[in-house]
């Protein structure tokens, strides 16, 4: 388990210097400088200006410059925003995203398990059929569509819930909803597929037989096993969520990490970019690693097999 | 069976010899075939067609290729000429879905946007689909050393937030409709290799495979006539989950400032202008292009639920 957790470990490393270094010379290969557009500015302005983000020296130094920078978890400074460094934007903005995503994570996980076993138990049953039709117009609805059917009916035709930002409970409703139905749906369909193929299994005849409570057969010995194909899932599901939240941020003015990353893009401010991609990335990868450790956890057939290989 | 019988015979002697009579044998009969043979494409398609949810999908989607074409030909107004004496008309029979805040018809902005998804779909799965093959049947036939190699590197891209990727490639490149289309083809073949490479590597040791080689086939010809068409079942199911994303991707580029640019037309950005009037009551320039991604996407997830089952040989009966 150890020597695979390095080894885990030192690809994730990697796969994350690969990330930094393609954004890297991505960003640095737009023709022209971040200050020339629009407004014309004096030469020797525009000179400080280089030379204050180090924009004068050569490529492969300024590389150098910003991996030294990253190591020690600087992300360097905004340039349109002055005044302001990427790690300020983060420090204010990830909070609110990690509250939304973790909720709607959250709401998705329990509601889309709750679904497919419902589904599953009664197979081609109303309950079925019902829960398959969420299921497959969950999938169906982009989630931007999803938050403005919500906004029109919720919030505007029908004011039950506020229509934008993010102070209360109430307000986190909506948002939550909007992002949540897509994972949901297939978190469904997942749990459905693997708890029906699970409760033909032997061993589950065997609880029946032995007389358990079909509570106990369903969330002890059925649903142990049914969740393993969802768990793996999980990180691709995490990372839709992730760029889910940029245009559900946007939607719903929520102050979150998506909105610095969306306003970055379109003011083409190349640090904020290149540093919220590197953080998304950083997370992303390591929510894949915890999804596999996970998976060692929760599947002892794995951990055997990794022994006996070696 | 027929053994058992006899030996029980006595034990109830209610029944009477007479009634066993061995069934004449019937020698035309026997080897007759009950089912008539079909080949596997034919099954599939009569399981699909019985599918109804699956051949609503198909009927909708082969109406939006006719709208897409055609639509645009029939339409008395264009896409693009803004007429601002006709802002923000609702419905009609003259302005079907209404008209813009620019005058502009959002009927025949529909049709263009169908035009501007489909293209976008089905450009990614084909891009999807000749990287994937031949990257996943390279690495899968190959095996070994190659097959591994070739692998971490999909496994690296696969680690890849793919929406992120696109972003960035959109920022770079800048945005338009072939940028699209490139961005969303730099990660998304990974996928398809992932599920070709599995499939030729469970394909490649059965004895069919062997025979061909027995008789020295060259190595193209096995990928091509051998293994290929084994794989084409889940390689159509994915082509098939690949387009709806690719269309949603292009809406939600769109809508967020990063994909089609103004004049032209497309469902993500005429979403993202119907939004920003919802305050003012102009529920139709929201609502068509909306319903169409859905619709869409819909049509292509329930033929791909559809296809799914039809073409999976073990429920074939």
């Known amino acids: 388990m150890n020597s695979y957790f390095i080894k885990r470990f030192a690809a994730m490393i990697i796969t994350l210097w690969l990330i930094i270094t393609a954004t890297f010379f991505l960003m640095h290969s737009v023709p022209g400088s971040p200050f020339n557009e629009e407004r014309t500015t004096n030469e020797a302005v525009q000179k400080n200006l280089e030379a204050y983000y180090h924009l004068d020296q050569p490529l492969i130094v300024q590389y150098g410059n910003y991996l030294a920078a990253l190591v020690k978890l600087d992300l360097g400074p905004s340039i349109k925003k002055s005044s302001q460094s990427v790690n300020d934007m983060l420090g204010r903005g990830f909070p609110v995203s990690f509250e939304l995503g973790f909720y709607t994570l959250l709401v998705a996980i329990l509601s889309g398990i709750l679904l497919g076993v419902l589904a599953a138990l009664r197979h081609n049953g109303i309950l079925d059929y019902v829960a398959m039709s969420i299921a497959v117009i969950g999938i169906s609805i982009p989630n ?28 986190m409703v909506l948002p939550i909803l909007a992002l949540a139905t897509g994972p949901m749906a297939i978190i469904a369909r997942l749990t459905r597929t693997s708890m029906l193929e699970v409760l033909t299994q032997d061993y589950i005849k065997t609880a029946k037989a032995k007389g358990l409570s079909p509570v106990k057969i369903v969330f002890k010995h059925a649903l142990r096993n049914a969740l393993l194909p969802v768990v793996t899932v999980l990180g ?6 992730l760029t889910g939240t940029f245009v559900i941020e946007k939607i719903f003015a929520i102050p979150g990490m998506g909105k610095y990353f969306v306003d970055s893009i379109n003011t083409r401010d190349y640090p904020v970019i290149m540093g919220t991609t590197v953080f998304y ?6 929510m894949l690693l915890i999804v596999d450790l996970a998976y060692g956890v929760l599947d002892p057939r794995i951990k055997l097999h990794k022994k006996e290989a070696k | 069976m027929e053994l058992r019988k006899h030996e029980n015979r006595n034990i109830s002697p209610d029944v009477p010899d007479a009634w066993f009579v061995p069934k004449a044998r019937n020698q035309t009969d026997a080897e007759a075939v009950i089912r008539p043979s079909l080949s596997y494409w034919k099954d599939s398609w009569l399981r699909l067609l019985k599918n109804k949810l699956a051949m609503a999908g198909l009927v909708f989607l ?61 450009m990614a799965a084909l891009i999807d689909f000749i990287v994937g093959v031949v990257y996943g049947g390279f690495s899968g036939y190959k095996g070994g050393r190659t097959d591994n190699l070739m692998m971490r590197f999909v496994e690296i891209l696969y680690g890849l937030p793919y929406l992120l990727v ?7 490149i800048g945005p338009g409709l ?48 051998n293994l290929l068409p084994n794989t084409m079942g889940p390689i159509i199911v994915q082509m098939t989950l690949t387009i709806p994303s690719a269309i949603f991707a292009e809406a939600f580029l769109s809508f967020i400032g990063l994909g089609i640019q103004a004049p032209h037309a497309s469902w993500g950005v005429m979403a993202n202008d119907g939004l920003s009037t919802i305050l003012s009551g102009y529920w139709w320039r929201l609502f068509f292009p909306t319903l169409f991604i859905s619709l869409t996407m819909f049509a292509f997830n329930v033929l791909g639920d559809g296809l799914q089952d039809a073409l999976d040989p073990k429920l074939r009966r």
């Not at chain 1, 931007?144 to 209360?168: G, K, Q």
């Not at chain 1, 691709?236 to 969520?241: F, V």
């Open chain 1, 144 to 171: 931007f569509v999803m938050a403005t059917f919500l906004i029109e009916e919720l919030a505007v035709r029908f004011p039950i819930f506020p229509v934008a930002t993010w102070s209360s409970p109430k307000h």
């Open chain 1, 236 to 241: 691709s599901l995490a990372a839709s969520i």
């Open chain 1, 281 to 286: 990335s950083a997370i992303l990868i390591l």
């Open chain 2, 62 to 122: 082969a109406l939006l290729t006719l709208l897409a074409i055609f639509g645009p030909m029939i339409s008395p107004h264009s896409v693009e000429k803004q007429t601002l004496t006709l802002q923000n008309l609702p419905p009609s029979s003259k302005y079907w879905f209404g008209t813009d805040d620019l005058g502009r018809d959002v009927f025949t902005r529909t049709c263009y946007g169908a035009r501007i998804s489909l293209f976008v779909g089905l």
């Open chain 2, 166 to 172: 696109v972003i960035l490639v959109m920022v770079v």
């Open chain 2, 178 to 225: 072939t940028t699209i289309i490139l961005a969303l083809s730099i990660t998304g073949w990974v996928g398809m290799a992932r599920i070709v490479r599995g499939q030729v590597l469970q394909i490649k040791n059965y004895e069919f495979v062997l025979a061909s080689k027995t008789f020295g086939t060259n190595t193209a010809r096995i990928i091509r006539k």
